[in-house]
């Protein structure tokens, strides 16, 4: 009677575990139609390493475990980066900033102070005589030009009398007494040294920057001085010479 007992209990235990092992494929089933992609395991690369230059190394992954940033950060980051490199533009191009503040959209208030004060040095400095010792000219006398002298180029050694200087030649190292009115400047290569023979900057030293071969103009900047570093856009040819 024991043994059979035994035997019954077994059997019991067996239908027990297949009745369990049904209820746990049932309830797969369900979660499968529930859920059709979940029988495929998510593939999660392992993580990867990006060598910079500096020899540091950066690993990240990618995968299902990588949360998408929220709109919210999003936004947040958009908007600290828009307002440093807004901060580095203005440090960078403080006129745009004090155009930016003026009303009207008009010109600024330190670009006018600008313009008004060229106005006033140039009606000063404007002369109609230009020659200054120490500069390249090139001489453009026909009378001169029998005994070899036409077009050739030489140094202001001495100005006389305001309209008049003593040059010597480059090639011949002969001096010749000329007047400003047979000369002409000379212009530089670009990255030359001139020097500003009249105008509003008369007697500065600069660098040629460019020039406008249409426009017959120039653009330096100058060098020395207590203007230092302003850039001149359009300076006409004749109002600047090659330093010797």
């Known amino acids: 009677m024991k043994n059979k007992r035994v035997k019954a209990d077994l059997v019991d235990e ?52 990588a949360r998408p940033m929220t709109k919210e950060k999003g936004e947040a980051s958009v908007m600290v980066f828009d307002e440093v490199e807004e901060e580095k533009y203005e440090e960078r191009n403080p006129r745009n900033d004090l155009k930016r503040k003026e009303s009207g959209g008009g010109k600024s208030t330190l670009e006018e102070m600008i313009r008004e004060e060229e106005r006033k040095k140039e009606k000063i400095n404007r002369k109609d005589y230009w020659l200054h010792e120490g500069i390249v000219v090139k001489v ?19 100005v006389i009398d305001k309209y008049a200087g003593e040059i010597e030649m480059l090639e011949s190292k002969h001096v010749l007494r000329v007047d400003q009115e047979e000369l002409e400047t000379v212009i530089p290569q670009v990255g ?15 660098k040629l920057l460019g020039v406008d071969t249409d426009h017959f103009c120039a653009k330096v900047q100058i060098k020395k001085g207590p203007y230092d570093g302003r850039v001149l856009k359009a300076v006409e040819y004749e109002d600047i010479c090659k330093l010797a």
């Open 14 to 65: 067996e239908k027990q575990e297949k009745e369990i092992m049904k209820q746990i494929e049932r309830a797969e089933q369900l979660m499968q139609l529930s859920n059709p992609e979940s029988d495929q395991p998510s593939q999660v690369e392992p993580p990867r390493e990006l060598n910079v230059e500096d020899g540091v190394k950066i690993g990240f992954s990618l995968g299902s475990s």
């Open 140 to 158: 453009m006398s026909k009378v001169l030009a029998e005994k070899g002298y036409y077009k050739q180029k030489g140094v202001v050694r001495k």
């Open 192 to 206: 030359g040294r001139v020097k500003v023979v009249n105008g509003a900057y008369r007697g500065s030293l600069a």
